[in-house]
């Protein structure tokens, strides 16, 4: 994720945002994360997507116990924080800017037993990727990592090297501009890609995406 700030202001959002913490429950745990807006800008704020996919992921009931999984532009940890509670191994990555406030909330909110199943690892994308084992993982999440064009290629390259062929990608995000269609598309070109569920209330897509023509029951 890309540490670049929003333009501040009034709006829905404001609150949200700009509050110093943020909390939520999951996985039958209270969450509390720190957000720190004025510092690392998106990269430390909890957004929508992150929330819609916590959802997705226990509601469907997902068996993703001893599941190795990584997840990319992480922030603050929500998401990488709820897929360890709920049984999987766990990396959890971001700009090196963000990762020490990434790693607090790992911390505060993991029980001791699970904290070591959870690692927080630098990755920024299409740069040392030899740095993670290609096709390692059996699932990549993002949640609102979709936004800025000039890393789309980046992206994509670090999904390749990510996956093989039993791997799924799982994308939550809101389509808010024409250049996010454009991202689709180029994954489209790369993967097979379903839309397998939208939240209507906060208008947020989850995309899952595999090589080939390959389905997994996930």
Same mark, same amino acid.
């Given at each position: 994720?890309?540490?670049?700030?929003?333009?501040?202001?009034?709006?829905?959002?404001?609150?949200?945002?700009?509050?110093?913490?943020?909390?939520?429950?999951?996985?039958?745990?209270? %969450?509390?994360?720190?957000?720190?807006?004025?510092? /690392?800008?998106?990269?430390?704020?909890?957004?929508?997507?992150?929330?819609?996919?916590?959802?997705?992921? *226990?509601?469907?009931? !997902?068996?993703?116990?001893?599941? +190795?999984?990584? *997840?990319?532009?992480?922030?603050?940890?929500?998401?990488? !924080?709820?897929?360890?509670?709920?049984?999987?191994?766990?990396? %959890?990555?971001?700009?090196?800017?963000?990762?020490?406030?990434? *790693?607090?909330?790992?911390?505060?909110?993991?029980?001791?037993?699970?904290?070591?199943?959870?690692?927080?690892?630098?990755?920024?994308?299409?740069?040392?990727?030899?740095?993670?084992?290609?096709?390692?993982?059996?699932?990549?999440?993002?949640?609102? %990592?979709?936004?800025?064009? *000039?890393?789309?290629?980046?992206?994509?390259?670090?999904?390749?090297?990510?996956?093989?062929?039993?791997?799924? %990608?799982?994308?939550?995000?809101?389509?808010?501009?024409?250049?996010?269609?454009?991202?689709?598309?180029?994954?489209?070109?790369?993967? +097979?890609?379903?839309?397998?569920?939208?939240? +209507? +209330?906060?208008?947020?897509?989850?995309?899952?995406?595999?090589?080939?023509?390959?389905?997994?029951? /996930?």
């Amino acid at each position: 994720m890309a540490l670049v700030p929003y333009e501040e202001g009034g709006g829905w959002t404001a609150r949200q945002l700009h509050s110093p913490w943020a909390t939520f429950h999951f996985a039958s745990r209270t %969450i509390r994360l720190q957000q720190d807006w004025r510092r /690392l800008g998106v990269a430390a704020v909890v957004w929508d997507a992150a929330v819609v996919l916590c959802a997705y992921l *226990e509601m469907e009931s !997902i068996d993703l116990r001893d599941r +190795s999984v990584i *997840e990319l532009g992480a922030g603050t940890g929500l998401l990488g !924080i709820v897929v360890t509670l709920l049984g999987a191994r766990v990396t %959890i990555t971001d700009r090196a800017a963000a990762l020490e406030l990434l *790693e607090s909330n790992v911390q505060a909110n993991l029980p001791p037993e699970l904290r070591p199943r959870a690692v927080v690892k630098e990755l920024t994308w299409g740069k040392d990727l030899d740095n993670f084992s290609p096709g390692a993982f059996d699932l990549i999440l993002g949640a609102d %990592i979709v936004y800025l064009e *000039e890393t789309f290629a980046e992206l994509l390259q670090t999904l390749e090297h990510l996956c093989s062929e039993r791997t799924v %990608i799982l994308l939550s995000c809101r389509i808010r501009y024409e250049r996010d269609l454009k991202f689709l598309r180029m994954l489209r070109e790369r993967f +097979s890609v379903s839309e397998v569920h939208y939240d +209507s +209330s906060k208008d947020v897509h989850i995309y899952k995406a595999q090589r080939g023509s390959r389905r997994d029951d /996930l």
